[in-house]
Nanobody, 125 residues
Framework: QVQLAESGGGLVQAGGSLRLTCSASGRTFSTYDLAWFRQAPGKERVFVAAINWSGVNTWYGDSVKGRDTISRDNAKNTVFLQMNSLKPEDTAVYYC??????????????????WGQGTQVTVSS
């Protein structure tokens, strides 16, 4: 079992930046695919970014492409989401997700076995 905990959310003005951190338990972190999803009030949970177990490949949702960067630090069991040029439309609860490698498509929610509780990001205009 893996426990995930997000941090770094908060209130920021449009155009600003935030860096989200997801801290994970476990000794097999380096073999896990990792992702960020977000959910705004009244909306479905949507894909934001993913990084595969090796760190070689990353994927981004169209809405954040060019603004967000996902990265990982296996030595510290953490995954990050650097968010720049934030827009009010980025306001949502952001969730960290993880799954053993080769579980499936990294862009799909049902690939991920483990989820954090989420951290609120609010972008004001």
């Amino acid at each position: 079992q893996v426990q995930l905990a997000e941090s770094g959310g908060g209130l920021v003005q449009a155009g600003g930046s935030l860096r989200l951190t997801c801290s994970a338990s476990g000794r097999t972190f380096s073999t896990y695919d990792l992702a960020w999803f977000r959910q705004a009030p009244g909306k479905e949970r949507v894909f934001v970014a993913a990084i595969n177990w090796s760190g070689v490949n990353t994927w981004y949702g169209d809405s954040v492409k060019g603004r967000d960067t996902i990265s990982r630090d296996n030595a510290k069991n953490t995954v990050f989401l650097q968010m720049n040029s934030l827009k009010p439309e980025d306001t949502a609860v952001y969730y960290c997700a993880a799954s053993p490698r080769y579980s499936g498509s990294l862009l799909q929610e049902n690939t991920y076995h483990y989820w954090g509780q989420g951290t609120q990001v609010t972008v004001s205009s």
